[in-house]
């Protein structure tokens, strides 16, 4: 994420949707796709695509007509992954994070919710702190089910030596724009999609895509008639992507990097503003640990990297780095990913909070 952005102001409107200054659409919650407003003047395959990543989508190619016209915030341009490894780029994020607050004389308020992203983000932070003497700077936001997620590091680093502070969700009441509030996302648009749980358990995750995208469309949207429709609409998206899309996993890879990372990116923001100018800012007040360039070029490498046999295998370059600070076996070799950010992000009575629903935690 540019930090450039940390500079842009960015609007609320009266539709819930966020806006620049030149009231360009940057975000739309899903409401207004799926029945609001907007619905009958959408074309009716990219709502079908959106129903299938149960995710409002904007695409960094500027590839697909979606009948918005988003502006996007970081389009996609021509990069490597480069050699450094998924710990280092870790360490130099909360290295760069840490001598922020230091000179600005803030505090780092890291949303943390027991899985694996945040868990990174956490430990990552934590060894900051640790060179520069400076753990009065770190404090964790966290739920009930945060602890009871990864309960051995709550319990042996957390508690004993971190400032805490417990909430009970909705999340977006909680923030504080005096400080730097740090999330765990884009995580999983590194790494791959929840979607390759079922394609993993079944056995197919890494057959081609041509073969098996029909029968994942079929299990996700049982009522479409014409998957062979929406594949046509996605494939001119798909000659976009930065290296050959081969298997299933590739392909639901490149399309949750590119076309969720903007919706990632706002939702949290989004909700957290009242109508009118946001007081949070991306990369200013309100960062995205995994939103940097240099992550983004990780992204690029092939699936090899990011998951071995079976799904308990998932993001395990991030399991290691947890593992290799805090020990905990069980959470290395068993942890699955969860709905943790649905968990701790939806209240009771908030119909209308425009993060995730049901089927969308990545």
């Given amino acids: 994420m540019s930090t450039e952005l940390a500079d842009e102001p960015l609007f609320r409107d009266a539709h819930r949707s966020l806006v620049d200054s030149a009231d360009r659409p940057l975000f739309i919650p899903r409401y207004r796709l799926y029945g609001g407003d907007l619905f009958p003047r959408l074309p009716p395959l990219y709502l079908r695509a959106c129903r299938f990543f149960a995710s409002p989508l904007i695409d960094r190619t500027a590839t697909l007509d979606d009948g918005i016209g988003y502006r996007i ?91 805490w ?51 994942l469309i079929a299990s996700r949207l049982p009522n479409e008639r014409e998957p062979e429709a929406l594949i046509r609409y996605l494939e001119p998206q798909l000659a976009k992507a930065p ?4 298997s299933l996993w ?59 046999a079976d799904w308990a295998s998932y993001k395990y370059p991030a399991k290691a780095y947890i593992h290799a600070y805090h020990a905990d076996a069980v959470y290395q070799e068993q942890k699955l990913k969860e709905p943790s950010l649905n968990q701790a992000i939806r209240g009771v009575g908030f119909p209308f909070l425009e993060a995730l629903e049901e089927g969308d935690d990545e």
């Fill in 73 to 163: 915030l970081e389009p996609l341009t021509a990069t490597t992954p480069g050699p450094a490894s998924f710990a280092e780029r870790c360490d130099a994020r909360a290295e760069a994070l840490l001598t922020r607050a230091i000179a600005s004389d803030r505090r780092i308020e890291l949303l943390w919710s027991g899985g694996i992203d945040s868990s990174s983000a956490l430990v990552a932070l934590l060894r900051a702190a640790e060179r520069h003497d400076a753990l009065e700077r770190l404090r964790v936001v966290l739920t009930e089910g945060s602890k009871a997620e990864f309960p051995s590091l709550f319990e042996g680093l957390i508690t004993p030596r971190l400032a």
């Fill in 165 to 215: 502070r417990q909430f009970e969700p909705p999340l977006y009441q909680e923030l504080d724009p005096g400080c730097i509030t740090v999330t765990g996302e884009h995580g999983d648009q590194l790494f791959g999609s929840d979607k390759l749980a079922e394609p993993m358990a079944e056995g197919y995750a890494f057959a081609p895509w041509g073969d098996t995208l029909p029968r």
């Fill in 243 to 246: 290296r050959p899309l081969v």
């Fill in 250 to 308: 590739d392909l639901l890879w490149w399309l949750n990097y590119s076309l969720k990372w903007q919706y990632v990116a706002l939702r949290l923001l989004c909700n957290a503003s009242a109508e009118g100018v946001s007081p949070f800012r991306l990369e200013g007040n309100l960062v995205n640990f995994f939103s940097t360039p240099a992550f983004q070029a990780w992204a690029l490498h092939p699936h090899e990297m990011k998951v071995r």
